[in-house]
C-alpha cells in the first residue's frame, strides 16, 4: 500500500461523548503502538447534534486513561451526509447508528458495525451513559478487543507491514 494515501477511518455512537470517543482513542493507540500512523487518518462523531463541542464524557476518560489511553483533543461533532464520502471505513457501535448512518444516503466507504471484529461476540457495542464506571470499563474491554480485530482485518486487506 502506497504511504502517500491514509486509510481513513471514523468510529460512530449516538453523542460521540462515550463508546466513539473510546474507539477513536483505542484505536489510535493500537496503530501508534504498532508504528502504523502514518497509514490511518481516525476520528470519531454522533449520529445526533446534542453534545456537539463537548469532550468525552468523564466515565470514557477516565477508562481510557486507565489503559494508558489519552482522549485528548476530541471534541463531539454530528455525522453527516457529507461524512458517507469522506471515510473508507465508517464504524458504528450499535446497530440503531448503523442504521441511522444508512439513512444519510449512500456511501463510498464500507460501514460496519464494530463487534463484527470481536473475537468473542458479535452484536451491540452497550452504552455506558450514566451507568456508572464498571459499565465504562466493561464497554472499554469490548471495544479494545474488537478494535484489534478491525486493525488485523485492515492490514491484512490493504497489505500494510510494520
Known amino acids: ?16 461523548i ?3 470517543p ?9 496503530v501508534e503502538k504498532r508504528g502504523l500512523s502514518e497509514y490511518f ?10 453534545h456537539t463541542g463537548e469532550r468525552p464524557d468523564l466515565g470514557s ?6 489503559h494508558g489511553v489519552s482522549l485528548d ?4 461533532r454530528q455525522f453527516t451526509g457529507e461524512d458517507l464520502t469522506r471515510w473508507d471505513y465508517i464504524i ?42 464498571d459499565a465504562f470499563l466493561e464497554t472499554y474491554a469490548i471495544i479494545h478487543r474488537s478494535c484489534i480485530g478491525l486493525l488485523d482485518h485492515i492490514i491484512r486487506v490493504h497489505y500494510i507491514t510494520d
Request: a neutral charge; proline letters at 4%.
Open 1 to 16: 500500500m502506497s504511504k502517500t494515501k491514509k486509510i481513513h477511518i471514523v468510529f460512530v455512537c449516538l453523542g460521540n
Open 18 to 20: 462515550c463508546r466513539s
Open 22 to 30: 473510546l474507539g477513536e482513542g483505542i484505536f489510535r493507540h493500537l
Open 41 to 50: 487518518h481516525i476520528d470519531s462523531a454522533g449520529t445526533a447534534s446534542y
Open 61 to 66: 476518560i477516565r477508562a481510557a486513561a486507565k
Open 73 to 76: 483533543g476530541q471534541y463531539a
Open 92 to 133: 458504528a457501535m450499535d446497530s440503531s447508528n448503523h442504521s441511522n448512518i444508512c439513512k444519510l444516503g449512500t456511501t463510498s466507504g464500507n460501514i460496519h458495525l464494530l463487534r463484527e471484529f470481536d473475537p468473542e461476540e458479535p452484536g451491540d457495542v452497550p452504552d455506558p451513559w450514566a451507568k456508572g464506571d
